[in-house]
Structure formats: C-alpha cells, structure tokens
C-alpha cells in the first residue's frame, strides 16, 4: 500500500499514513524476532533434558528483562507468546512452581483480555499450570484446570499429546491408575503418534514401563485383547531411552526408580541396592 500509494497513485496523505504503519510494524517485527532468537536460545538447551539448571535459569532472568519495556510498549500476540514462556521458565528451571503457577495466571489474564479467543496460548498456559499443581500436589486444582485444558484442545495436535502425559501423570499421582492406563493406551494407539518428536515419544517408553509394572502387581486391569504387556523385557526397554537414560539429573531418575521396582518385584533385591 505504501508503494502504491507513493509510487503509482501519488496521494501524499495516504502514503504518509501507510509508511508511518509499516515503520511501526517494522519496528514491532524486529522485537518479535528478537524475543524469538532470546527464547530459542534457552530452550534449544532444554529440549532433550529435564534437569534444572542454573544457568538456564540466570538467562531466563536477564532475557525477561531485556524485554520487558517492549512488553509493556506493545501488545503483541507473538512477542507476549514468546515473553511468558521466558517468564516461566524462571521458575521451571528451578522447580518453582508456585511461582510458575502465578506466571501462568498473568500470562492467561493478559490472553483472556484479547476480545478474540487466543486458543493456543491459553492452551499453554492451561497445561503449565496443570504441570505446577501436580508438582505441588495440589490434586483438585490440577483436575479444575485438566477439564479447561481439554475443552481447548483439538484431538491429534502436539498439545493434545502433551496434555495427554500430563493426564496420565495427574492420574497416577491420585492413584486412578485404570484411568492413567485409558490415557496411555489412547495417546499410543493414535495415528498421529508416531510423528511425534523422539523424545515425547521416549517419555511414553518410561510410561510403558511403569503402566506395565502396575499390571504386573494388579492395580491395573489391561484389555483383554491387549497383547502389548505380555512379553515387557527391561532390557529393550533401556535400550529405547537412551535420550533420557543420558540425563542424569532428570528423567534417568524415573528410568533407574522403574528399574528398581521390578527388581524388588522379581525378588532381585541385592541388584536393587
């Protein structure tokens, strides 16, 4: 518009008007890309580990900084995204979850006050906080928060699955194991699961593991015509982890706790130890 109307149309009045909008645009995509590289930055360190780590935590502190005069100047869809996502990850990255549970809440005002439904925003902060009451155990809030995640949620996307696991997880933590088994057998047998990225996939391995476990001291009764749990080898299993076998300050943790459940399991107990 501003080449048309400078270039071929010759208003003065609406050029100016369309090269001061593009100016204003320019300057906001600038931000927005800069919050992206400042984001990108973080979690490219983060994807494949669940560890906490310091010095994630000290960048997520300096980078929440650098943006926030651009977060008050602008209220922008992207870089208030990308802003939040660095803004609980100050407190992620240290096991904060009451204080990551009260970044979400700012994060799902500022999105609840768009006079559009901003679905994929609310749809991440929905499910951090369902990851933060089941941290902090606080079981009713997380399940109050499990049904507006899911009213958000289409079947088949990535937030779909990652809602899934942190379902599965909730209902472990309340003892509803036969409704952790539902959620598991839902999430694998989807057709879109096999396109998922490898190391979602390897978290669903260690839930294998530990559905397969509860099958075996009977607090979860399988389908009868699930076959998947009859010939469940710790071996194979390790040997399908071996992202998170790696990280060995996080999930490894959950891998060596399944390896020991078995082994007490088999009466294996000096290995146990």
């Given at each position: 518009l501003r080449l048309h109307y400078g270039a071929r149309d010759g208003n003065l009045k609406k050029y100016?008007?369309?090269d001061q909008l593009f100016r204003d645009f320019e300057a906001l995509y600038q931000v927005e890309n800069h919050a992206e590289g400042l984001y990108t930055e973080i979690v490219v360190r983060y994807v494949k580990s669940k560890a906490t780590d310091e010095e994630i935590h000290r960048k997520a502190v300096d980078y929440a900084k650098i943006l926030e005069a651009d977060m008050e100047k602008y209220d922008s869809y992207r870089l208030h995204l990308l802003g939040n996502l660095i803004r609980i990850m100050i407190h992620t990255t240290v096991n904060d979850y009451a204080g990551a549970a009260g970044a979400c809440e700012r994060a799902i005002r500022f999105f609840e006050a768009k006079n559009y439904k901003a679905v994929v925003p609310l749809q991440i902060w929905r499910f951090q906080q369902l990851v933060c009451y089941t941290q902090l155990r606080q079981f009713d809030a997380g399940k109050e928060v499990a049904e507006k995640c899911a009213a958000l949620l289409e079947e088949g996307t990535f937030n779909w699955f990652k809602y899934q696991e942190l379902r599965l997880v909730l209902s472990m933590h309340t003892k509803n194991y036969q409704q952790a088994y539902e959620a598991?057998?839902?999430?694998?047998?989807?057709?879109r699961f096999k396109y998922l990225p490898e190391s979602v996939v390897e978290s669903w391995k260690i839930f294998e593991a530990y559905v397969h476990y509860l099958i075996k001291v009977k607090r979860i009764v399988p389908d009868e015509d699930d076959g998947r749990f009859n010939n469940?080898?710790?071996g194979r299993f390790l040997n399908e982890t071996p992202i998170y076998s790696k990280d060995k300050r996080g999930m490894n943790i959950t891998i060596m706790v399944i390896q020991i459940l078995f082994?007490?399991?088999?009466?294996k107990y000096a290995d146990a130890i």
């Open positions: 100016e008007h369309y598991f057998c839902q999430t694998v047998t989807h057709s469940f080898r710790l082994m007490i399991l088999h009466r």
